[in-house]
């Protein structure tokens, strides 16, 4: 399976980075090489094997709810890129 | 002999008899750095405060750029955390602080942990301390060669895929990537949030011992961290492997593999069966799948864990000059467009396809099946072995620019030490001897989850017997 130029595009979107026409060249290619590798994965019989999602068995880990300092709300906003009124702000969205 | 070419433990029992203070040994190892790392390129920058050298083990040590320490700069080597001064310590961090230990200073990485050379940082390619035209390894590789180029006494790295075992094994060094859950990940910024585990960069495997009592233990403020009990590691320093069965793979020495790091390894198996140890050819058939499914695996859980660096909370904001779609997407896009480098949007593109609608069957769920049989495999391996060996990296360090241009090569550099992240298991990297060419050799092993103390004996008895970690590079 290949990766195209349309390929890049789309997943480029998904992920939220601007890839300019000059590059979309370069990754399908680079993409392409590795999805070509991994695809011997479907050589494999994998009909009844269970996925393993952590090598250790994990579960939902319960504490009491008690309240302990944190990090303050101007701890926090000391390395926001532009912060208001005690949040960080972005670009308007909705005029 | 210098302070900073000592070991931590050696350092040890001069401060403890009075020979020294912490003090003293902290400036001797930081003009060490001084007239050395514009060589070597280790260090990212030295930390901003003297520490207070108060405590048990107050021992100088280089921390990753991964790793939150408060009031420093952690970047993960990107330009898209610039400017983020990390507000809290990571457990490890902590630890570390509490022990007496004194930060010298951030090391170097592959961006985000993507590489296994330490040439896609934003500041650079760290170098070899054996050979300045080398790599040094990645992702860890700061930490490998500031330890290797005694600019620190010892290192904290993180391992995904081989990220600490790999940089040591290219280094001469010692690296342990311990049990997942054995070492708390709380304030390690992510990469693959169920391979990483946090480990220690040593000199000799009594300092990785040593290093891995202080920073092991639960921490409730990772859901992965196991709440069991932590051994004693300096107890682990036997020097006796007799009756212990080592695993030997037999896909491991296969085609790919250098005939000098075979050489090397063949020696050491030779050593270890004469001094008692049982040796046994073992087969892990679905290892050379292992890569593969590490890339699906890995990249996922990147692309979802790197969706929080978007120019809101953290480190750098572009600001797009025209509207294209509209003001926050276009800031989102254009952020993460000039903050990462071109790896790590490759592997973030990488892991959005393979969890995309239509391709999560046959590439996520796949690759977690799979990983389920690489698992089964060293599980089956384990119930009549102590411990399993095999090369750390197939090569020696290559030299600088010679993978970069090329993914799939780099990350076949990884192929021996992808299995032990896959499944949890502990895995360690100790010099085994060196090239012609002068460069250093690794030898792994990897153990059962939670039987570090095994690896540590095995790796005890083989350096007492062997010159290997003595040697230092010339500088």
Same mark, same amino acid.
């Given at each position: 399976m290949s990766i195209s130029k349309e390929d890049? =595009?789309?997943?480029?979107?998904?992920?939220?980075?601007?890839?300019?026409?000059?590059?979309?060249?370069?990754?399908? =290619?680079?993409?392409g090489g590795i999805v070509q590798y991994v695809e011997q994965l479907q050589s494999l019989d994998v009909e009844n094997v269970k996925p393993t999602s952590h090598a250790v068995p994990v579960g939902n880990v319960l504490r009491p709810d008690v309240v302990k300092t944190s990090l303050t709300n101007q701890e926090a906003l000391a390395i926001a890129v532009e912060a208001k009124d005690g949040s960080f702000k972005v670009p308007l969205v909705i005029e | 002999m210098s302070l900073h070419q000592l070991t931590s433990h050696a350092l040890l029992d001069l401060i403890r008899s009075r020979q020294t203070t912490p003090r003293e040994a902290y400036a001797d190892v930081v003009a060490r750095i001084k007239a050395v790392d514009p060589k070597v390129k280790a260090y990212v920058h030295l930390a901003k405060s003297e520490p207070n050298f108060i405590g048990e083990i107050p021992i100088p040590i280089a921390i990753k750029d991964n790793l939150c320490t408060k009031g420093e700069e952690i970047t993960c080597a990107s330009r898209i955390l610039k400017g983020f001064h990390s507000p809290y310590d990571a457990g490890v961090i902590e630890r570390i602080k509490k022990s007496g230990g004194s930060i010298l200073g951030i090391v170097n990485m592959d961006e985000f942990a993507f590489g296994s050379s330490c040439e896609t940082s934003c500041y650079g390619p760290t170098f070899n301390p054996w050979n300045l035209q080398c790599v040094p390894g990645g992702s860890s590789g700061g930490s490998a060669a500031s330890v290797a180029a005694d600019e620190a006494m010892w290192a904290l790295g993180s391992d995904t895929g081989g990220s600490i075992r790999q940089p040591a094994s290219f280094c001469g060094i010692v690296g342990l990537k311990p049990t997942y859950g054995r070492v708390s990940r709380y304030g390690l910024i992510a990469f693959a949030s169920s391979l990483d585990q946090i480990g220690p960069l040593t000199k000799d495997v009594k300092d990785c011992a040593l290093l891995m009592n202080i920073i092991s233990g639960y921490d409730e403020r990772d859901s992965t961290s196991v709440n069991e009990p932590v051994p004693d590691y300096t107890k682990s320093l036997v020097n006796d492997v007799r009756g212990l069965k080592i695993g030997i793979p037999k896909e491991a020495f296969v085609e790919g593999l250098d005939l000098e790091v075979r050489r090397a390894v063949e020696d050491a198996l030779d050593l270890l069966k004469k001094m008692g140890?049982?040796?046994?050819?073992?087969?892990?058939?679905?290892?050379?799948?292992?890569?593969?499914?590490?890339?699906?695996?890995?990249?996922?859980?990147?692309?979802?864990?790197?969706?929080?660096?978007?120019?809101?909370?953290?480190?750098?904001?572009?600001?797009?000059?025209?509207?294209?779609?509209?003001?926050?997407?276009?800031?989102?896009?254009?952020?993460?467009?000039?903050?990462?480098?071109?790896?790590?949007?490759r592997r973030i593109m990488l892991g959005t396809y393979a969890l995309s609608s239509g391709y999560y069957d046959a590439y996520y769920l796949r690759g977690q099946k799979v990983r389920t049989l690489i698992k089964n495999d060293l599980d089956e391996v384990f119930k009549d072995c102590d411990v399993i060996m095999t090369p750390t990296s197939p090569t020696v360090a290559f030299k600088v620019g010679e993978k970069v241009s090329d993914p799939l090569s780099m990350y076949l550099s990884d192929i021996y030490t992808i299995p032990a992240n896959l499944a949890g298991i502990p895995a360690i990297s100790i010099p085994c001897g060196f090239s012609k060419s002068g460069l250093p050799i690794g030898l792994q092993l990897m153990g059962k989850a939670f039987d570090e103390e095994m690896l540590l004996r095995v790796s005890y008895t083989y350096e007492q017997n062997t010159p290997w970690h003595l040697k230092k590079p010339q500088l």
């Open positions: 890049v =595009k789309y997943i480029a979107a998904l992920a939220r980075i601007d890839v300019p026409e000059d590059k979309l060249e370069g990754f399908a =290619k680079s993409l | 140890a049982v040796i046994k050819e073992v087969s892990l058939p679905h290892t050379p799948y292992a890569v593969a499914t590490y890339y699906i695996v890995a990249t996922a859980e990147a692309s979802s864990n790197l969706a929080r660096f978007d120019g809101v909370r953290f480190g750098m904001r572009a600001q797009p000059a025209s509207t294209r779609k509209n003001a926050l997407l276009d800031m989102y896009e254009e952020t993460r467009a000039k903050g990462f480098g071109d790896e790590a949007k």
